[in-house]
C-alpha cells in the first residue's frame, strides 16, 4: 500500500478510478480506508483517494491529545504531497466531522463536500458518553484511540459552516443511533444550499444499507465529472 509523509505523520493511501475530479474519502473513528472498498466502484469517472486517518489503520499514530484540526492539517498536507489542488471532500461519522472542518479551514481546496451520518455539535449527551469510552478504552490500553474519541466528544462547528459556498450534500439515515438525524437537519440550515436526504429505516452507514443513497450521489457527484 502506497504511503506518504504528510504533516509529519506517515500516511497510507489507495488512488483508484480515472477522472477529472478527484473525491477524498474520510473514514469514521477505529475505522480504515478499507471503509470505503465496496462503495467506491459505485462511483466511476472519478479519481478516488481514500487514506488511514492519523493513528487508525497502517497510518502513523501520535502520542497525547488530537483534535478535528489535527486530521484536516493531514488531508490537506496529503493532498499537497499527491499534488490535488482542489477536491470533493466526503466523510462518514467522524469523518465527516473531518471534513466539515477540513472546509472551514482550507475552503479553497474544497469543490464540494459529501456529509455522511455525521453532525457539526456534539451534545452534553453524547459528549459524556465518549468520554467514559475514552476512559475505558485507555484503560484497556488502546492510548490513540481513547484520545480520538475524547476529540469527538466536544465540537461545535454550527456557525463556521455558515461561510460555507460550495456543493454541499448531507445523507443520513432515520434510524442512525450514532448520529441522529437531527443532527443533519441542524447541518442543513446552517450550510447555504445545501441539500439534505434522510432515509427511512437506515442506520449508520446508508451507503452500504440503503441503494438509493447510492443513486443519490452518482447523481450528484455527476456535476462534477
Not at 50 to 58: K, P
Not at 175 to 196: H, N, Q, W
Request: net charge negative; proline share 6%; aromatic share 8%.
Amino acid at each position: 500500500m502506497p504511503e506518504v509523509v504528510a504533516n509529519g505523520i506517515k500516511h497510507c493511501y489507495e488512488i483508484t478510478g480515472d477522472g477529472p475530479t478527484t473525491v477524498v474519502w474520510i473514514h469514521g473513528i477505529g475505522g480504515s480506508h478499507h471503509y470505503w472498498d465496496e462503495v467506491l466502484p459505485s462511483f466511476p469517472g472519478f479519481r478516488h483517494i481514500s487514506y488511514d486517518v492519523r493513528g487508525m489503520g497502517d497510518s502513523e499514530g501520535t502520542d497525547g491529545p488530537v483534535a478535528l484540526e489535527d486530521w484536516a492539517a493531514d488531508c490537506n498536507a496529503l493532498l499537497d504531497e499527491l499534488g490535488v489542488e482542489q477536491a470533493v471532500i466526503a466523510g462518514t461519522s467522524m469523518g465527516g466531522a473531518i471534513t466539515m472542518r477540513f472546509g472551514i479551514d482550507y475552503p479553497d481546496k474544497v469543490k464540494a463536500l459529501l456529509l455522511l451520518s455525521t453532525s457539526s455539535r456534539v451534545g452534553q449527551a453524547a459528549t459524556d458518553h465518549w468520554m467514559a469510552q475514552a476512559d475505558n478504552t485507555e484503560a484497556e490500553g488502546r492510548p490513540r484511540l481513547a484520545a480520538a474519541q475524547r476529540a469527538v466528544a466536544k465540537y461545535h462547528m454550527d456557525e463556521d459552516i455558515k461561510a460555507f459556498n460550495v456543493p454541499t450534500l448531507i445523507i443520513v439515515g432515520d434510524a442512525d443511533k450514532t448520529t441522529p438525524a437531527g443532527g443533519s437537519v441542524i447541518m442543513s440550515r446552517c450550510i447555504p444550499d445545501s441539500e439534505l436526504e434522510i432515509y427511512p429505516g437506515i442506520g449508520h452507514s446508508p451507503l452500504k444499507e440503503e441503494p438509493k443513497s447510492v443513486e443519490r450521489v452518482r447523481g450528484w457527484l455527476a456535476q462534477f465529472a
